[in-house]
C-alpha cells in the first residue's frame, strides 16, 4: 500500500534522504526492484544502470514530445549485455537504461549529475528523460522512464547491471541561498578557511598549484592507452599504472595540454553545513579554454567537523578544450551555490554510508589504492 507524499505549498529546499525514500514509498520514485544498502544519500539517491547499453552513433536529446526509447531505435549499432558485465570504450556514446524511473508531483523537479568517482575516472555521464530539452534535467510533474548517456574520455570502463554512475536530486521552489544568505552563513558556519571569501554568486573556488598541501605536488595527468577499470571495484589498481603525479613549478603554473585529463585540488577547504547542500558550478563559461569538474553535488555535512571533515578540498577534474591554456595558481575555477535542505537529513556525509572523500585533499577516485 503506497503512503501519500505532500510537502507544505511554500516549501522551497532540497529534499532530504528521508523524504526520497517517502517518495519511493509513495510510488514517485519507481525501481525496478528495491534499493540497495548507501544508495539513498544524504540529500540525493544514486541512479543504478539496467541490463542493457546501447551503442548509438552520437549524443542527443529528444526534444518536447520525443522519446527517448525512439531515438535509440533510429541511433543504435549494437545491443551490449550488461547482466554479467561489459567493457565501454573511450569516445563511444553508450545509451543506458536505469532501473529508476519517476512519477514526480507538479511541485518537485529533479536534477541529476556523476557521482564524484564517475568524474574523477573522466566518465563523461549525463541524464535523459523523455521529452526534455537539457541534459540532467528532469522537470516537474514528469513520468517516464531515465536513461543514462556515457561515454568513458581516457579510461576503459567494465561496467555491470545495477552499477551507479549518476545521482540525483530532488527539490520544491527556490532553495539557492542569496549573496546576502551566503554571507550570514559564513559568519556564522565559516564556510571556507580564509578571511576574504568572495561570495558573489556563491563561494569561489580556486586552484591550489603551490604543493604545499600536497607534499610538492599539484595533482595528476591520466596516462593513454591503459587498462580497464571496473567501476565497482574499491583499491584495485596501481596508481603509477594509470596517473603520472605532477610537480610543483616554482612560478605556480600548469599548461594544460589539448585533450589531456587532469586530478587538481581546491586551494580553500570548504564545508557544507548540515541544513544545507551545494552544487559546483562553472566559474565563468566564457572563460572557455578548459572544463572543470563534471560531479559537482555536495552533500550536507561535507568537510563539516561534526560529521568527521574539519574542512575539505574540493577535488577538480579538468580537461583543457582545443589549444594548451596556462592555469595559474588561485586562479578562480569555479563557485560553490549552496542550497537549504527542507529538513536536515537524517545521516550527514561521511556518517553511516561509507561516503569517500570525507575531509580529503588531493585524492583520486577509490578505485585507486592510495
Known amino acids: 500500500m503506497q503512503v501519500p507524499f505532500t510537502l507544505d505549498p511554500d516549501a522551497n529546499g532540497i529534499l532530504s534522504d528521508r523524504m526520497i525514500?517517502?517518495?519511493?514509498?509513495?510510488?514517485?520514485?519507481?525501481?525496478?526492484?528495491?534499493?540497495?544498502?548507501?544508495?539513498?544519500?544524504?540529500a540525493s539517491l544514486d541512479l543504478r544502470l539496467g541490463n542493457v547499453a546501447y551503442r548509438v552513433r552520437a549524443s542527443f536529446l529528444p526534444g518536447p514530445g520525443a522519446r527517448v526509447a525512439e531515438r535509440i531505435d533510429e541511433l543504435k549499432l549494437h545491443e551490449i549485455d550488461l547482466s554479467d558485465g561489459a567493457v565501454l570504450e573511450t569516445n563511444c556514446v553508450y545509451i543506458v537504461p536505469l532501473l529508476e524511473s519517476l512519477a514526480l508531483p507538479p511541485e518537485i523537479v529533479a536534477a541529476a549529475n556523476p557521482k564524484s568517482s564517475t568524474g574523477r575516472l573522466d566518465v563523461f555521464t549525463r541524464v535523459i528523460a523523455d521529452g526534455t530539452r537539457r541534459f540532467?534535467?528532469?522537470?516537474?510533474?514528469?513520468?517516464?522512464?531515465?536513461y543514462a548517456e556515457i561515454s568513458p574520455k581516457t579510461f576503459p570502463v567494465l561496467l555491470r547491471e545495477g552499477s551507479r554512475l549518476s545521482q540525483v536530486r530532488f527539490?520544491?521552489?527556490?532553495?539557492?541561498?542569496?549573496?546576502?544568505?551566503?554571507?550570514?552563513?559564513?559568519?556564522e558556519e565559516r564556510l571556507v578557511d580564509c578571511d576574504d571569501a568572495d561570495l558573489t554568486g556563491g563561494l569561489a573556488l580556486s586552484v591550489d598549484l603551490s604543493g604545499a598541501n600536497s607534499g610538492g605536488f599539484v595533482g595528476y595527468r591520466a596516462k593513454r592507452h591503459?587498462?580497464?577499470?571496473?567501476?565497482?571495484?574499491?583499491?584495485?589498481?596501481?596508481?603509477?599504472?594509470?596517473?603520472?603525479?605532477?610537480?610543483?613549478?616554482?612560478?605556480?603554473?600548469?599548461?594544460?595540454?589539448?585533450?589531456?585529463?587532469?586530478?587538481?585540488?581546491?586551494?580553500e577547504a570548504v564545508q557544507v553545513p548540515p541544513d544545507f547542500a551545494a552544487e559546483m558550478v562553472p566559474f565563468d563559461p566564457l572563460v572557455g579554454e578548459f572544463r572543470v569538474h563534471y560531479a559537482g553535488f555536495f552533500d550536507p555535512g561535507f568537510g563539516?567537523?561534526?560529521?568527521?571533515?574539519?574542512?575539505?578540498?574540493?577535488?577538480?577534474?579538468?580537461?583543457?578544450?582545443?589549444?594548451?591554456?596556462?592555469?595559474e595558481h588561485g586562479q578562480i575555477v569555479g563557485r560553490l551555490i549552496y542550497e537549504r535542505m527542507l529538513e536536515r537529513p537524517d545521516a550527514l556525509y561521511g556518517q553511516r554510508i561509507g561516503s569517500n572523500y570525507q575531509a580529503q585533499g588531493l585524492k583520486l577516485s577509490k578505485h585507486f589504492r592510495a
Request: hydrophobic share 40%.
Open 304 to 327: 563539516y567537523a561534526g560529521a568527521g571533515g574539519q574542512g575539505a578540498r574540493a577535488v577538480l577534474e579538468v580537461r583543457s578544450r582545443e589549444v594548451p591554456f596556462i592555469l
Open 171 to 187: 527539490r520544491t521552489g527556490d532553495a539557492i541561498l542569496t549573496t546576502d544568505e551566503l554571507e550570514t552563513l559564513h559568519d
Open 21 to 42: 525514500a517517502a517518495m519511493a514509498d509513495a510510488g514517485l520514485i519507481l525501481p525496478e526492484y528495491p534499493f540497495v544498502e548507501s544508495q539513498i544519500q544524504p
Open 136 to 146: 540532467d534535467m528532469i522537470g516537474a510533474g514528469y513520468h517516464g522512464p531515465l
Open 226 to 267: 591503459t587498462g580497464v577499470v571496473d567501476i565497482d571495484r574499491r583499491g584495485g589498481y596501481a596508481v603509477n599504472e594509470f596517473w603520472e603525479p605532477i610537480a610543483a613549478r616554482p612560478d605556480g603554473s600548469l599548461i594544460l595540454d589539448p585533450g589531456e585529463f587532469y586530478i587538481l585540488a581546491s586551494k
